[in-house]
């Protein structure tokens, strides 16, 4: 059964809140975006196999569907992700969550077209100024960070944080902890997550 309703990222992130493990798996985070999530009510995940393998992940729009003839119609997406990244199960956990997070795009990210698509790849390659960037771009520039704030989750990461900038404990340790790649966590435990933290989810 699905629980319809106005879901925002600060909703997905209060199911993190509750989670009682600092390790968040993606299919966790998929469950509960089907369940509650208005609008997008199937996720589809699967592997392709690259002629270049580029460790890459794509989130994509599909068409309507429904449960049955008497419900709602839901619009399907779907995440093609390069199957080499099976192979780096932490770098495809985070790879697959960043774009899950596209759910929550406004009708002007969406690279929902063909032409759009195009658009942002050429951006993600240029890495364009701010000045210059679209909502797309700089929508996939955010699920960066808000996979960082799923996969690492704030009770958590404040408990290791202090450890972390004495030294105490490196950053490897941390991502053992989280099951996340190594290379995310200097900007998780950098004092800037806190301002991306309120900019997401406390000020929405």
Sequence with gaps: MRYLGVMLFKDLVAYVIKHDKPTVSFDFLRQKINLHHTGVGSIIVWAVQYPTPNKQAFYKLLGTDRTSAYDEEFVEAEIRYCQELDDHPRERRYALTKELTHVFDLPNERADTKDKFKTLLREIQNQPIPADASKM????????????????????????????????????????????????????????????????????
């Design 137 to 204: 771009y700089q929508a996939d520039v955010n699920t960066r960070w808000k996979a960082a704030i799923l996969l690492c989750p704030k009770k958590f990461r404040d408990e290791y944080k202090s450890k972390y900038d004495s030294g105490d404990m490196e950053a490897y340790e941390i991502a053992e902890i989280f099951m996340v790649p190594e290379w995310i966590i200097p900007f998780v435990m950098d004092d800037y997550y806190e301002t991306i933290y309120q900019t997401f989810v406390t000020n929405i």
